[in-house]
């Protein structure tokens, strides 16, 4: 028998009882006799006899059966007691780690026998019995559920709807996403990351030719009302000139356009980023100029929200909530269905109560369901009154991208029909509407703006200046559903009014057509709660005597103000003006799904999160939170980013995932800017260290020869000798004490200056000097060159480069890289400076790729192998004193967690670590189908991009090298600043 036969053998015997074993043909001893009638022998002894009687094999020998002298009863009893007791606890007591539905031979075996125990051998049931009772083996209750037709009631669904959107807040077109999207919880939402069909191509096609959708709905709005003198001193603080225009732009704050600008902290510029927003003011009227009472909308991305909102909050001195805080006790959803649906005596069955009792109704959260009910949201301030209102998911915003926005604009929707009577039957669905509609000027106004909408069909959407609002209230757009999804296409024949086209295109809308009854909550609210429900208006369409035909609902129809933005498209640089373009469309909360499905009936194209951020890798934008390293919520996104990638790679074995130690990438995962920019600083300041003690080298040696050429000095008399040494010393105690206040004063402002953090450049002057720097000397720049002439741009010389910087000795810039063969960027690859070499053999090859880098050697690879030994050991528990006196010799870069392939921490010089100087990370790339290369944006260093500049031949400016994280090859791109 093998020994593993034995091993599973000697754990089946485990638990059977000793066997006794007659002696040979000899005859029993007296010690044997005295043994089998019941005596008891020593532990040891008793150990033996079991190995050796267990070890033992039955055999077909005969053996004599002497019968023994002498027997006693009572140990005798005794002993065969013992061993039926063991016989019957080895027949009850299982042997082996199996079921007893398995241990039985497989011809016995029955699907039914697995959990019906009547269905096993009757030896066996008890066996089986035991079995189930055991916790391990029991089922695990599962929850009472309702049956279909309970769970499909309207009341029931409601409930499960409010209850699943507790933790992360849904958008109004959740359950429409959640059917074609893939999901992903993100900033307290849940939202739509990309279509589960192929797409990538089509989404493209829409954005350049036709229309793409996109709910941005998530997106936080702060409302601040308030003196407008006030606002604008205490909204002064937190932005700058230099930057573009703020919120005193006399266009935005007409209210005829949106602004979009960078908010800093409190008198912090160009440091304590906060991020970016939109805003809009609300157009003055005759109430508002006659109190100076302004309304100010800033729209932010989510993860933006907190930061902005504590700032503002510190600015404004608003510290205390509006309204104090008196919720009243909320309903649970699981009380309203006991409500609903608990029998009122014990043996009822559970009934629907009739619609004339008493029921309390579920109603559906609409908004922001995880929002505490204590939490206020409105702050006032005892200064200055100004008051700052929380309006996120109050108002809704959707975003069309493409030339024929338009187009899909008009057809979905229809200006609202004036209705000047009040009827009994409708009072409180449009009362607020027809008490407008008695007032001319009101009707007149709301003509205008319709006139001026249905204009917009024959333009495209890059036609109209950028940023501007118009206000309008529509009719209800389910009544204009399409039967067939249909393209929308312009029809110029309808438009052909040349003059108010061309007044449109060059004015914009006046700040009176601006206007929109969507800033006044209580309107807003009235339509939020007056809104027709589906089942009704499908009731009456099944009314109308011709299928299908238009349904005129009359005063009865609601009537909805929203608000028109216009979204500018790339802006910056010279290729493919306002592309990207579209309309933003704000209206009040209740009305997602009824303005969403008419638009989708019109051909348009839904995208979601990863579709936004190929929008605006096509117009060179930065992207939200991705591209802002300097605020706290891009910090944040980095670290997200770093540790995904992380679990990612190590979720790989270490044979089939890239060793970044050998590719001499120190950083695959994150983009170390702290540490890039402070290598950059130590290094300009190294240079100027040495370009200083050369001046001064030769300075002494020029000093030295007049000396040797020069005349004699003139004799002084002792006395005026005396004099000058006592003046000299006076003179040099006041000077060693003011130096050393100065010096002091001096390295406190160097320790400040190397303590800051890093910031990106977004001074416009500065940005356009080095715009125009980048530029080639090449027959399409020259009008760029004359331009910069223009706006008194300086030189690229050592004296320009020094006082740029002096003022932001730390900063990054914003650049667009375009490959100039094949070649796709990828997130984090690395930007680095061409050597003299690289451009030497470019300019003799046009078709040079680029250089190779040479491979690195892993020096961490030893101590890695080395520390999974140690873990092995620990875990086996067979270390001993040798894993004890090695982990003795253990370094501390041992001692940390290292991972096969990565760089630990801390990081070494980052820009020196390659053959090719580093200068910035990629942090958006791919390969762009509208140049049909490579293009990649990100960030470089100042300091490094103007020493590269200055150093690069005229015809050669702006030529970079780019290498992927996993790759050892570079490639050449074309680096380009645009403002």
């Not at 009936?601 to 060179?620: I, M, N, P």
């Not at 680095?832 to 680029?850: A, I, T, Y």
Request: some cysteine.
């Amino acid at each position: 028998m093998s020994n593993a036969k034995e091993k599973k053998r000697a754990k089946k015997m485990k638990n059977q009882p000793t066997s006794v074993i007659f002696p040979s043909d000899s005859g029993p001893g007296p010690r044997e006799i005295w043994r089998q009638n019941g005596g008891e022998g020593t532990h040891q002894r008793k150990k033996q006899d079991l190995r050796s009687e267990t070890s033992r094999e039955f055999s077909l020998q005969s053996f004599s059966h002497g019968m023994p002298k002498y027997l006693t009863v009572s140990p005798f009893v005794r002993a065969r007691a013992a061993e039926i007791k063991a016989m019957l606890k080895a027949a009850t007591q299982k042997s082996s780690n199996t079921l007893v539905f398995q241990s039985l031979p497989r011809h016995m075996r029955r699907r039914a026998m697995s959990h019906n125990i009547k269905r096993l051998p009757r030896r066996l049931r008890e066996l089986a019995r035991a079995e189930v009772e055991k916790p391990e083996h029991q089922k695990k209750e599962l929850p009472k559920s309702k049956c279909r037709k309970a769970r499909r009631r309207h009341i029931n669904l409601v409930a499960e709807f409010n209850r699943r959107q507790k933790k992360n807040i849904w958008l109004e077109t959740h359950i429409w996403h959640a059917k074609r999207f893939h999901m992903v919880k993100k900033w307290g939402y849940c939202l739509g990351d990309g279509p589960t069909t192929k797409c990538y191509r089509a989404c493209y096609r829409a954005m350049a030719n036709h229309c793409l959708l996109q709910d941005l709905s998530y997106y936080c709005c702060l409302e601040l009302v308030g003196k407008e003198e006030d606002l604008l001193t205490a909204l002064a603080r937190m932005c700058n000139v230099d930057t573009g225009p703020t919120f005193a732009a006399i266009p935005c704050l007409a209210g005829r356009r949106q602004g979009a600008l960078t908010l800093y902290r409190k008198d912090q510029y160009p440091e304590g980023t906060l991020g970016p927003v939109t805003f809009i003011w609300k157009p003055r009227n005759e109430s508002s100029i006659a109190s100076a009472i302004r309304q100010l909308w800033i729209w932010m991305h989510p993860t933006f929200k907190q930061d902005v909102l504590a700032e503002l909050k510190a600015v404004c001195h608003c510290s205390e909530p509006l309204e104090p805080c008196n919720p009243k006790p909320v309903v649970s959803s699981s009380q309203e269905e006991n409500k609903m649906d608990v029998p009122e005596k014990a043996g009822e069955k559970r009934k629907r109560k009739d619609a004339g009792e008493m029921v309390v109704p579920v109603k559906k959260i609409i908004g922001d369901g995880t929002r505490d009910p204590c939490q206020p949201r409105c702050w006032v301030s005892q200064t200055n009154g100004i008051v700052i209102s929380d309006l996120t998911m109050e108002i809704l915003r959707y975003r069309l991208i493409g030339p024929l926005s338009h187009c899909v604009l008009t057809e979905a929707l229809k200006a609202a029909s004036v209705h000047a009577d009040l009827d009994n039957t409708d009072s409180e669905i449009n009362r607020w509407w027809v008490e407008n509609c008695r007032n001319p000027e009101q009707v007149s106004l709301h003509h205008r703006q319709e006139a001026i909408f249905d204009l917009l069909q024959g333009l495209s959407s890059s036609e109209i200046p950028s940023g501007t609002v118009l206000g309008l209230t529509v009719g209800d757009p389910r009544v204009n559903l399409l039967k067939k999804r249909s393209k929308a296409i312009p029809n110029p024949e309808k438009y052909q009014d040349g003059e108010k086209v061309r007044k449109l295109t060059l004015e914009g809308v006046s700040a009176e057509c601006a206007q929109s009854f969507l800033w006044d909550r209580n309107v807003c609210n009235s339509v939020t709660e007056n809104k027709m429900p589906e089942q009704d208006l499908n009731s009456l369409r099944n009314k109308l005597l011709v299928p299908g035909s238009y349904l005129d609902l009359g005063p009865q129809e609601s009537k909805i103000p929203i608000l028109l933005v216009q979204q500018p498209g790339k802006i910056a640089g010279e290729d493919r003006p306002d592309w990207g373009s579209g309309w933003d469309i704000l209206l009040p909360k209740g009305w997602g799904m009824a303005f969403w499905i008419p638009l989708i009936y019109r051909g348009v194209r839904v995208g979601g999160l990863q579709e936004g951020l190929k929008h605006s890798l096509y117009k060179r934008t930065p992207h939200v939170p991705n591209d802002y390293p300097d605020c706290p919520a891009g910090i944040q996104f980095a670290r997200e980013v770093e540790r995904c990638l992380l679990e990612k790679f190590k979720r790989r074995p270490p044979a089939k995932r890239a060793n970044y130690i050998k590719h001499g990438t120190l950083a695959p995962f994150f983009c170390p800017w702290e540490k890039l920019t402070l290598d950059w600083k130590t290094r300009n300041e190294a240079t100027q260290k040495d370009e200083a003690s050369s001046v001064l080298d030769v300075e002494e040696l020029t000093t030295e020869r007049d000396a040797a050429c020069g005349p004699s000095p003139v004799p002084e008399s002792p006395l005026i000798g005396q004099l000058k040494k006592e003046v000299d010393a006076s003179f040099e105690n006041n000077i060693q004490i003011e130096d050393a206040t100065d010096m002091a004063d001096l390295c406190k402002k160097d320790e400040a200056s190397s303590n800051r953090a890093f910031c990106v450049l977004r001074s416009r002057k500065i940005l356009r000097q080095v715009s125009a720097w980048c530029q080639p000397t090449h027959v399409k720049t020259r009008r760029i060159r004359h331009r910069a002439s223009k706006l008194d741009q300086q030189k690229l010389t050592e004296d320009a480069l020094l006082s740029v910087v002096q003022c932001y000795p730390r900063a990054l810039v914003w650049v667009c890289l375009t490959l100039l063969k094949k070649g796709s960027p990828e997130l984090h690859a690395m930007v680095c400076v061409p050597s003299k070499e690289d451009l030497l053999q470019l300019s003799k090859d046009k078709n040079f790729c680029g250089p190779q880098e040479p491979k690195h050697s892993d020096v961490f690879k030893r101590k890695v192998l080395k520390q999974k030994e140690i873990k092995k050991r620990e875990k086996i528990g067979k270390a001993g004193q040798d894993c004890s006196s090695s982990a003795k010799h253990v370094t501390p870069t041992e001692q940390e967690d290292l991972t096969l392939g990565l760089w630990p921490d801390p990081l070494p010089d980052v820009t020196s670590h390659c053959s090719r100087v580093l200068l910035g990370f990629v942090t958006q790339g791919d390969f762009s189908l509208a140049l049909g290369c490579g293009e990649a944006l990100g960030f470089v260093t100042l300091t490094g991009l103007l020493q590269m500049l200055l150093d690069q031949p005229e015809e050669q400016k702006g030529l970079v090298l780019l290498r992927n994280p996993a790759s050892l090859q570079y490639r050449f791109a074309r680096l380009s600043v645009e403002v």
